[in-house]
DNA sequence: TGGAATACGAAAACTGTTTTCATTACCGAA
DNA sequence: TTCGGTAATGAAAACAGTTTTCGTATTCCA
């Protein structure tokens, strides 16, 4: 079991090679660089974890208000087209966001609980749905497993969930 | 490898049984028995697969054309709370309903040429996912795995692939 | 059978997302 | 360096799927 610890501190360098791709992909696709695409990439790379529409155009407009969604849709399109970011939904309907982590796959647990949200990856379990795949003549293209419970750490997890309300109500 | 085939018959006695127990379920609650839910929650049971909303209203009106949506929504919740049927949402962005088969929980492959949503079950892992939420002091409710990808079987594939255009072109 | 509680259907409201449209910004060519 | 065509922006409207509202109709217990 490899286990992905996202509470690491935003690496500088990394975001920067993220941001000089993008601009990269907007060139290539002929578009144009703007104030706004620079704003909304820069500041969701340096964003963790699984972000919210909502969540990104809340830090975006800190840096400049005006900003509306409308921009902030559009331009995680175009992040999502450019394969630096992924678009997940956890079935609470709303999408989320996720730039690529080192580990380019992984799958998923959500607590109910408190809304953490980890990231998980294991080989044996890849291994199996390929072979369950292959007995059935399917050939897999992406998957997703995402597993749905409660943190069994009960003092961790309801620090978290006070932490998620209180920024509820501060918003 | 157990793999469910959602092409059988649609067993008579077993829908009967269904119904009897939604009934039940209606009473216990102190609900109403009605016209529009008993046509709502027999028609559903007779079909099989994986049914949007849309689909299964189709379906009612033919029965009883002046039943809405509204009516198929509270019914389709109701037969959630009771426990007969399982919402799901491969990504398309609407929800499934689907009554519950003999084998309680499954996966699902989904096939993006044709539509295809086939159903299987593999207790190994299950126990693998169990193993790995262990180690991570989580404790899983529930999960959802889905495959993505294509039928090898492409004679199959594209047969059900132009059957499908033919039903929407129908409709 | 009367009447309170519940359910119904149509339409309005809601949520998250996408599109429209008039205006502004970008950027290569002159 | 300005010009001008193209693309991007922001506000608001549109959209799709779903939920709620509200006035009317139905259920079902006393």
Do not use: W
Not at 10 to 26: G, H, Q, W
Not at 76 to 91: A, C
């Amino acid at each position: 079991m490899v286990s992905i610890n996202p509470n690491s501190k935003v690496d500088e360098d990394l975001v920067k090679e993220k941001e000089a791709a993008f601009a990269e992909f907007i060139q290539r696709r002929g578009l144009k660089t703007t104030r706004q695409r620079n704003t909304i990439v820069s500041t969701f790379f340096r964003m963790k974890g699984h972000i919210s529409v909502e969540e990104l155009l809340v830090e975006v407009k800190k840096a400049n208000p005006r900003i509306g969604y409308a921009t902030v849709y559009r331009t995680l399109h175009l992040l999502v087209e450019s394969g630096l970011v992924e678009e997940r939904r956890f079935g609470d309907g709303l999408a989320r966001y996720e730039g690529h982590s080192a580990v380019e796959h992984h799958d998923h647990m959500i607590c109910l609980e408190c809304g953490m949200i980890s990231e998980f990856y294991n080989p044996r379990l890849e291994a199996l749905q390929e072979k369950l795949a292959e007995e059935n003549n399917f050939e897999i293209y992406r998957h997703r497993l995402e597993l749905y419970g409660a943190c069994k750490d009960k003092e961790a997890c309801q620090a978290r969930k006070k932490q998620k309300e209180a920024r509820a109500q501060g918003a």
